[in-house]
């Protein structure tokens, strides 16, 4: 080997350790950085986090508008990915998630015991007039009582609505009462009832919330109308003359008396809010008109009391037995009861007992006298 060749060789080994040597010294810089950017004594979160390390955390937010917990996980790492400091973190804007409709409760005038309720939700609006008339369409075949309700967003209520209505509401609502003196629900309307609704909501695009089942309904209904059955009650008292009492004469002592008469053919007593305590009729076939009223003839006359419909009936008992005694005096007949008997102070005091335990019957239904409920189940 020649001094050329072993110069080279030196060369070449002398380049490999410098470049090793350079390499190490790198590295040792490297790492001094990284032990003063991250020293030892402080906690990597990354890391205590992938090794399943107990650490205290922030308290989270409470979930908002339904967002999951893997949702909120992501929300939470995003903020943290590239937030300012956390002095000016109080100063972003954190937006909810739009709110959802709810389904809004029944109105205050409807009981699930009386009504069958169906709501009715629409995606976009629906004008009322457009869904009256097609409602109309649908159920005008249908003999049962049945009202309808928009709801106002705006003003947040159920507002009943007819013919005249306007405006435009995502919620509607149909109640069907299941009793009144007419006689209960048949399964023919329930059926009816449901289908039509179904009907009208395919039409408008919109979806019937909670349809009641077929035999929840016809069960309350059966329910109701034997509670109807028990505490439909009427007192009436009479008054029978053997010469015939001039209807002229009766004209006036019921109107001295505060009565009017009106459409049905009788006079009504009636509360200061309009609400009908007693009524006067004819005890004999023809109704009372006032043009008929100066040539018209009776030997009979009917006071009738309508407990359902009357809050204080023992009260009102009274004031119109009172007052058929002043028009027995005044027009020259006797008073009696259903039967013909004379009203003595037995029969009268039967008939309070009897109106007491009627109240106390109707109110532990918590269906008490006088009231709205009341009112719709006893109407004709």
Known sequence: MDTLQVALIGIIIAVVVGIIAFNKWQEGRLRHRAGRAFPDNERDPLLER???????SEPREPMIGGQGADERDEANADDRAGAPSEGKRSQQN???????RVRPPLPDKLDPRIDCCIRIEAVEPIEVP???AAQTEVFDNIARPLRWYAFDDRENQWRRINGNAVGAHHWFLAALQLVDRGGM??????????RGVQRLADQFRSVPAGIPSRAEIMGNARALDRFCAEVDVQIAINLVAMQPMMGSHIFSLAEAEGLRLEGDGSFHARAADNRTLYLLSNGEASLFERSAMAGLRTRRLSLVLDLPRVIDAASEFEEMMRFAVHLGKKLGADVV?????PFGTESVDAIRTRIRRYQVRMSE???P????LARRLFSA
């Open 50 to 56: 992938m090794g399943n390390t107990e650490i205290p």
């Open 185 to 194: 629900l048949s399964e023919s309307d329930f059926l009816r009832y449901t």
């Open 94 to 100: 954190y937006h909810q998630p739009p709110r959802q």
């Open 365 to 367: 239904e918590g269906i």
């Open 369 to 372: 006298p006088g009231g709205s």
């Open 130 to 132: 457009r869904f009256w």
């Open 337 to 341: 009861d259903d039967n013909g008997r």
